[in-house]
């Protein structure tokens, strides 16, 4: 039977619906009680209203593939003192032994100044139309993202590249930025993106504020399928799908500035049909990327460093990321999403328990 759950209805029929679709329980039965949040977190992703049958083909056969590798019984009782992994360390190499976590990667001022000129001009012979930006708006940005980092509390411990995003609907635009703790940020360039769209029904407003990639929520990648409408509503196969979790967005199609709950992704697009709309509102809530944005982040893994480490023992985490990725020292884990139509720069998501 069809699931159809719009954004503004969760959490109020989740639990009944979860029953309802054998593949979420099967996940469920999987990874058993200890990871009951995972799974759900999972299975929330496969419900979300942006192009709902290619994100649950894509989930179920990643996920088959993991149960294919032997990971069904998967299960552990250590307890890592200095981290908390959404999934269990990989039992097929650990064995009972403690897990020893690797730190990030921390270069010091300098060498994290040269490592984004090298990543910046990898970004201008990999992607077409990369926008290097003028000096003047290059200091728009970092003011756009510090005002954010600060009105969030947004801790910058290590150098790290913010993937900031302008939602004003005459910009459309995003820059990567190297944020510093102590020394001199720097715009590397960026491209245009798409965020959402207003004046139609169920397509929501992009939220602002900082949204972390973090190991509570494994992505996944697109399987190439085309929608009703002969689309690929999130890119070609292989095309990764970041999920950036639920998040409170205005109804778009209201005055009245409602907020509805929608899964918060960055992904590719159709680039045939739909690329082309890209730099206009045109997404239903979520953040579309050019293919060959997308392409880069994920081999380079610029919003990935807390995946990367998770990779060193857990086999879910290897299996997601690229063979052959080139993993930048100064990748990171955050979405800054600003709007440069509003004078004072707040994050409009809230707390809900």
């Not at 970041?242 to 967005?249: E, F, K, N, T």
């Amino acid at each position: 039977m069809p699931l159809h759950i719009r954004n503004d209805q969760y959490p109020y029929n989740f639990i009944k619906n979860l029953m309802r679709v054998s593949s979420i329980g099967l996940l469920v039965l999987v990874y058993g009680h200890g990871y009951g949040r995972a799974a759900i977190e999972t299975a929330h992703s496969e419900i979300s209203s942006h192009n709902e049958e290619d994100r649950k083909e894509s989930q179920k056969d990643f996920h088959k593939k993991q149960e294919n590798a032997g990971l069904k019984a998967a299960s552990t009782s250590e307890k890592v003192a200095e981290a908390k992994p959404a999934f269990s360390p990989d039992p097929l190499e650990g064995g009972s032994a403690p897990v020893e976590i690797p730190p990030l990667p921390s270069l010091g001022e300098k060498e994290a100044e040269i490592e984004a000129v090298h990543l910046a001009k990898q970004m201008r012979h990999d992607i077409p139309h990369f926008k290097a930006y003028s000096s003047s708006q290059k200091q728009h940005w970092i003011a756009m993202a510090k005002a954010m980092i600060k009105a969030t509390q947004t801790p910058i411990e290590r150098p790290q590249i913010l993937t900031v995003v302008d939602r004003n609907p005459h910009a459309q635009a995003l820059a990567f930025i190297l944020a510093q703790p102590e020394g001199s940020w720097l715009v590397l360039g960026g491209t245009h993106v798409s965020t959402g769209q207003s004046g139609r029904k169920y397509y929501y407003i992009t939220p602002t504020g900082v949204f972390h990639n973090t190991t509570e929520r494994l992505g996944y990648r697109a399987l190439g399928t085309k929608n009703e409408n002969g689309v690929r509503g999130i890119g070609l196969k292989g095309m990764r799908v970041w999920d950036m979790g639920w998040q409170w967005a205005e109804k778009g199609w209201l005055s009245s500035r409602e907020k509805g709950q929608i899964r918060l992704e960055i992904h590719a697009t159709d680039p045939a049909l739909l690329e082309w709309k890209i730099g206009h509102p045109a997404s239903e809530g979520c953040i579309r990327l050019p293919t060959a944005v997308n392409v880069f982040m994920d081999k380079h893994g610029l919003i990935d460093v807390l995946y990367e480490q998770a990779a060193s023992y857990d086999i879910r985490f290897r299996a997601l990321l690229p063979k052959d990725r080139i993993p930048s020292l100064i990748a990171g884990d955050a979405l800054v999403v600003v709007d440069s139509a509003e004078h004072v720069q707040q994050p409009t998501y809230e707390d809900h328990v």
